[in-house]
């Protein structure tokens, strides 16, 4: 990450030499080379444009995570879903359960393929806004990569979540306007602490 005002600085002075090979290449009426020059210069004034924008940056840092959320959101939808809540273990438990076809679920896999991780939260922090939950900071490993028991496949654990301890349980959705199958959201389970 890279303080905002630092990008916009360097990006000003090259933008100036950019100019001033301009200007030189049309002093020495070099135009083979023109081109080129006002491509460069488009570019490093478009990076300019970008930074100077106001959703681009995050707490004045820029980032390519920030340039990639700001030029490519992810597109928010809104999803049928139950609302249960509950007790478990004398804690207050809220689960919402997604109907076919969920929010789909952006994952890699880790550890040779055997399990899959979450590292992609925009489209996790989209659904968590959309039941009315705090977003995440960071993405998990899948927790049966963590406890080692086949029952724990399928499922993401934040310990350290705002509101209690949060379980995310994926599932393989089909949408059929489209003919294809995809990880998605099935249930987000809080346990209050």
């Not at 049309?26 to 106001?54: C, F, H, Q, S, W």
């Not at 991780?117 to 998990?140: F, H, M, Q, S, Y």
Request: with cysteine; aromatic share 8%; proline share 5%.
């Amino acid at each position: 990450m890279v303080a905002t005002e630092t990008a916009k600085s360097v990006l000003l002075v090259l933008l100036g030499l950019a100019v001033l090979w301009i200007v030189v290449i049309v002093v020495k009426n070099d135009m083979e080379t023109i081109v080129r020059a006002l491509v460069v210069a488009a570019v490093i004034g478009g990076a300019l444009y970008l930074v100077a924008r106001p959703g681009a940056s995050v707490d004045g840092k820029i980032s390519f995570a920030s340039i990639k959320d700001y030029l490519f959101p992810v597109p928010e939808r809104s999803y049928a879903f139950e609302r249960k809540q509950g007790y478990a273990d004398g804690r207050p438990v809220t689960i919402f359960v997604f109907d076919d076809p969920g929010p789909p679920l952006s994952l890699a896999m880790v550890e040779g393929g055997k399990y899959m991780a979450i590292k992609d939260l925009r489209t996790v922090n989209n659904v968590l806004k959309l039941v009315g939950l705090p977003p995440v900071a960071a993405g998990v490993a899948e927790l049966a990569s963590i406890t080692g028991k086949s029952i724990d496949a399928d499922k993401y654990k934040w310990d350290d979540y705002e509101r209690g301890v949060l379980v995310i349980e994926r599932g393989l959705c089909r949408d059929m306007t489209m003919a294809q199958s995809f990880p998605c959201i099935a249930t987000i389970r809080v346990t209050e602490r």
